[in-house]
């Protein structure tokens, strides 16, 4: 029976179909999407929506920009009617989505990413509790008894996006160790906006509604315990709960956070079960097929071609499978059209005196860029002196520098921030915003000019040797190939 199976395969090598245009239009989109899982490419796009926003708002168009924000838009279900503003669909529901991503990584890393190693998780951690510790600290001593004290909680975000992008310019020259550090110390920052946002920038609790979002809760978590799997339900559940803890008064983008940490992170099949799993398919597959049939036509092999999707499914845990479907869409989509609907404020802003040199401006400035740095050098340099944790494999204080000044960026975390707290108070939100605006920019420029000047460590080194040597070998070949070619011509 085996030898006849193996008959049917030992002279086909079966086709692969493919259209007139199929590779001509691979090579045109393959670089582009090598560009949009770039973390720069987003960095990028979220400073030109940024730039756009400042253009658009200092230009005639400012009336419709402001008209198009505060335009309420409605849903309808009988005598039932939900209304909100354009900015608050963008900033409460669009958000909620970016939430929930932040969510995901923050149960991935401390699941099996970098912090999930207790010697690797230690200074990560200390640095992002004193980089939001000392930033809030200067805010609040500038601050203190003004009318401007609720926004303590602006400097102490940072913007991954923005600090990632920032040493993706670099490239080689920052270890990857570095990277990483950066990237576990920025989320476990998001935990502690998280955390500040949902405890004190929460408005009146309506403990009927607040009770309706617990049993919500509850349902997710008996999913998880009764082994549902399909993210569909979690999210459904998830939309009610983002409605229920808006009705209780509780910022409704924490319904993000508090379903992605309801999605289960372990896959059905581990490794060994999926191969076994996919030999038996494939062997099936073998023996259901028959000289001159196509998947079309033969069920038997499209059950089992649908088969093996599922199990490709299964074999990816759901919190993976949703985690790498959001990274596009809120990088490109959600993250952009948070700063086009939140950047946008007057130039005079920055070029008055009076609007820059007061106190909740230079706060958010001085917090952000003199409080992250002073805070994540600092707890660094106290956690690692104190032998709790070790410095990034091929990392100085150097490196640590200029990771602490990127910390700095605080973009959209600091800006959602500033919504709340200063909601209805338009002057002290342009005058938070500046601040965000400016602080970002210094931060920025001054971590990449730092980072720049970072010695090289010999793992970037080698890493840049590899690849000339790469380029060398493809070169040598290229011109041997091109020395037969013209023998080739010549005999």
């Not at 200092?58 to 198009?68: G, V």
């Not at 699941?111 to 930033?135: I, R, T, W, Y």
């Not at 009770?211 to 999210?235: D, E, N």
Request: net charge neutral.
């Amino acid at each position: 029976m085996a030898k006849r199976v193996l008959d049917k395969f030992k002279i086909r090598k079966g086709k692969v179909f493919e259209a007139p245009l199929e590779n001509a239009f691979g090579r045109l989109v393959t670089p582009f999407e090598e560009f949009i899982h770039r973390q720069s490419s987003s960095g990028i796009l979220l400073m030109l929506s940024a730039v756009a926003a400042l253009l658009i708002a200092n230009s005639p168009l400012q009336h419709a920009y402001e008209h198009i924000l505060h335009m309420p838009l409605s849903l309808n279900i009988g005598d039932w009617t939900f209304s909100l503003t354009v900015h608050h669909w963008i900033n409460d529901g669009l958000m909620a989505i970016f939430f929930f991503l932040v969510g995901l990584e923050l149960k991935r890393e401390f699941l099996v990413g970098e912090l999930s190693d207790l010697k690797q998780a230690v200074l990560p951690v200390l640095a992002a509790v004193g980089g939001m510790l000392v930033p809030a600290l200067i805010y609040a001593g500038l601050n203190s008894g003004t009318e401007a004290e609720p926004g303590w909680g602006i400097p102490m975000a940072t913007d991954i996006a923005f600090a990632v992008g920032c040493i993706a310019l670099l490239g080689n020259r920052v270890p990857r160790s570095v990277v990483m550090f950066l990237v576990a110390l920025a989320i476990v920052d998001d935990l502690g906006a998280i955390l500040v946002i949902a405890i004190w920038y929460t408005e009146d609790v309506k403990m009927t509604a607040l009770m309706t979002a617990g049993a919500l809760v509850l349902i997710m978590w008996l999913f998880k315990a009764a082994g549902v799997r399909r993210s569909p339900a979690y999210v459904f559940v998830g939309m009610l709960l983002w409605y229920e803890l808006h009705e209780a008064g509780v910022h409704a983008t924490l319904a993000g956070v508090i379903t992605a940490l309801a999605l289960p992170a372990r896959p059905k099949y581990d490794p060994v079960a999926f191969s076994s799993f996919v030999k038996d398919i494939i062997r099936s597959f073998d023996r259901c097929f028959r000289p001159g049939d196509n998947i079309i036509a033969n069920d038997a092999l499209r059950a089992r071609v649908m088969a093996l999707g599922n199990g490709v499914n299964l074999a990816q845990s759901p919190l993976q499978r949703m985690e790498t479907r959001l990274h596009i869409p809120v990088a490109f989509l959600v993250i952009p059209i948070f700063a086009l609907a939140n950047a946008g404020i007057p130039f005079d802003s920055f070029t008055s005196s009076e609007a820059v040199f007061n106190p909740l401006t230079m706060g958010v400035i001085a917090g952000l860029v003199v409080g992250k740095l002073v805070g994540i050098t600092g707890a660094t340099w106290l956690g690692w002196k104190l032998g709790l944790g070790r410095l990034p494999r091929g990392a100085s204080f150097h490196h640590i520098v200029g990771v602490a000044l990127l910390g700095g960026i605080g973009f959209t975390m600091s800006i959602f921030i500033s919504e709340l707290a200063f909601a209805g108070q338009s002057e002290l939100l342009v005058q938070a915003k500046a601040g965000v605006l400016l602080a970002s920019v210094i931060a920025g420029v001054l971590g990449f000019l730092v980072l720049s000047r970072a010695p090289v460590s010999e793992e970037a080194e080698m890493v840049e040797a590899v690849s000339e040597a790469r380029d060398v070998k493809a070169a040598a070949e290229k011109a041997a190939g091109e020395l037969v070619r013209r023998d080739a011509d010549g005999s």
